[in-house]
């Protein structure tokens, strides 16, 4: 990537100058982090071993849980890191890199969510031929586009955001390297190639959004048509959970970017930070543990499992 400056590293914001407070923003981002890890990788877990799971829906939902991980694992540990060793630098290449990964997560969540309103689609307005158009094949093809575009965009947008010259500072005023707030950092004209990108994410997240709006449309009118009240609710209750987790992802990333980061403090930058990036992945294995007695009953299977196990273990050793 061509960049003219001598920016050598960025200054990411601190959370506080209080040596307490650095202390106390790195125990609770440890907390949100570690409870992340364990619910997706309870739901991962669950997904592989239980075989009543083994249908496009949860193998969907594993690629989830996956890149939902992902996403967190870019920019938490490196702000606890930050604020456990009182240091705020992150280098140039380190910028690069989080964000080329961020965007890649980010995106292929928003692909995927898009397949699962096909997915659901499908099962429910077109039952008869669920087997046949979501084989194992073309679920696994679907999953693989997810993460190759994902790839591609993320080349593009980080490509687009690197190749500016930064000529404002090196102080980014948010706890990872945030696009909006590097291109407050570019010279005037040098970010327009950037501009034109985002204008183009815009236009692909509306386009994915009309998809997932249109789908559920059709899956409403199909699940009136439901005669049995048992039967109307059960098909709500596969949607729900995935209609909650794109609203969430949506509504979290729309308030962030739609916001107007030049006349924003940096508590408020920071608070909506923490909102879209944290909120979405954190909460989606809660949602779906809670809201899906498929996965409940496995999750509850796998800990009583894990708990019998370790009873029989301790009887045996004694």
Known sequence: MSNQTTVTEFLLLEFSDVRELQILHFVGFLLLYLTSLLGNLLIII???????????????????????FGSLSVTIPKSMANSLTNNRSIPYSGCVTQVSFYIFFASANFALLTI?????????????????VM???ACVQMAASAWISGILYSALHTGNTFAISFCGGNMVDQF????PQLLHLACSNSHLGEIVVISFS????LICFAFIIVSYVQIYKAVLRIPSGQG????????IPHLIVVSLFLFTGS?????????SSSDLNLLVAVLYSI???MMNPIIYSMRNKEMKGALSKLIGWRIFSKNKMSVFLH
């Open 279 to 281: 909120m979405p992945p």
């Open 46 to 68: 669950a997904i592989a071993f239980d075989r009543h799971l083994h249908n496009p829906m949860y193998f969907f939902l594993m690629n989830l849980s996956i890149l939902d």
């Open 176 to 179: 990872f390297c945030e696009i």
């Open 232 to 239: 109307r609710h059960k098909a709500f209750s596969t949607c």
């Open 116 to 132: 699962m309103a096909y997915d659901r689609y499908v099962a429910i307005c077109q039952p008869l031929h669920y087997e046949m």
């Open 202 to 205: 815009v236009l692909l997240c």
């Open 255 to 263: 308030f962030a970017f739609l916001k107007p980061t030049s006349n």
């Open 135 to 137: 084989n194992r094949r």
